[in-house]
């Protein structure tokens, strides 16, 4: 199991909902080659409104511009790790958004870590 605490990077890659990579959805392949690369999570958050270098704003407020909503694929790792993992998305991402952030983990654990799930020590 990989343990992660302290000092860490976290890339958020940000693009539509509706672009692919080969007939699959993107953010879907962003994970899985996340998880292939052995790093320690990734996670998928659909926006609800947004808007990027076309300036256009897409929202599920309105039901004519509900396509294509704003997806942010987030991966925490250490730095060496996910700087390992950029040329990928660089490959992946032709259009989009990709940003590193320095952050801290405070707290790592998987389930059933402990034993049973959702079971802490004290």
């Known amino acids: 199991?990989?343990?992660?605490?302290?000092?860490?990077?976290?890339?958020?890659?940000?693009?539509g909902e509706n672009d692919t990579w080969h007939h699959r959805?993107?953010?879907?392949?962003?994970?899985?080659?996340a998880r292939a690369a052995g790093?320690?999570?990734?996670s998928v958050f659909k926006g609800i409104e947004g808007f990027g270098a076309s300036s256009v704003i897409h929202t599920s407020?309105?039901?004519?511009?509900?396509e294509n909503l704003p997806v942010a694929v987030v991966i925490v790792d250490t730095e060496e790790r996910v700087r390992a993992f950029l040329p990928q998305l660089d490959e992946l991402v032709t259009e989009g958004l990709v940003i590193l952030e320095g952050c801290e983990?405070?707290?790592?654990?998987?389930?059933?870590a402990s034993g049973t799930e959702g079971e802490t020590s004290s």
């Open 1 to 15: 199991m990989t343990r992660l605490t302290g000092s860490a990077t976290r890339v958020t890659v940000f693009v």
């Open 25 to 33: 959805p993107l953010c879907s392949e962003i994970v899985h080659r």
């Open 105 to 112: 983990v405070i707290r790592y654990v998987g389930r059933g």
């Open 61 to 66: 407020r309105l039901l004519s511009l509900s």
């Open 39 to 42: 790093l320690a999570g990734a």
